[in-house]
């Protein structure tokens, strides 16, 4: 009988399939459970992900990534629901990081934020609409949309709802612009 060798990809996807089996054997209610179930979900997926890109090839990270988030997408349904965001989100994490190259360091990094377009337009078409709203002295909209943005509850707009804001904006230096935003 001939035992197959798993090879490094699919040891990390059985990783993954156990950390998410883990989380959904857990009773799962609204409020502290959840924000600690999630909690430990995102740390056990981010200490995987800090194995992969050491032992992947730069090849794999965009198959490996896209195949994780899509696994807990599909399986954990409650997975983004997740309000405790603060230091403790990686505080020890990185203890026994093991080290790579640069090269397959930001290799890793780019699949990450590609894995993550999507969200992170959604965030600047946010700051986009936030921006234009300050311009215009609409704090009122704005504390509302932060308001609503800290609960979770902000909807994606797409680029053709924000195209064209900034055509007639007035040319500022930067340290102007960096000084309006602080203030």
Known sequence: MAYKIM????????????????????????GKSLNSSNEKLKRNINQIFMLARAELEPKNFKQFITWVKQQVECQIRDNNK??????????????????????????WVMERLIA??????????????VETLAYSGDFKIIFDKLE?????????????????????MPEVSWDKELSWVLS
Not at 148 to 160: D, L, P, Q, V
């Open 7 to 30: 090879n490094k990809y699919e040891k990390l996807q059985n990783k993954v399939r156990g950390v998410i089996a883990e989380r959904k054997n857990q009773k799962v209610f609204d």
């Open 82 to 107: 997740y309000t405790n965001k603060s230091y403790a989100d990686t505080a020890g994490l990185f203890v026994n990081m093991p080290e790579v190259s640069w090269d397959k360091e930001l290799s």
């Open 116 to 129: 993550e377009a999507e969200k992170l337009n959604s965030f600047f078409q946010f700051l986009v609409e």
């Open 148 to 168: 609503n943005f800290e609960n979770n509850k902000y909807t994606n707009k797409s680029y053709a709802d924000t195209a064209g804001l900034f055509v007639n």
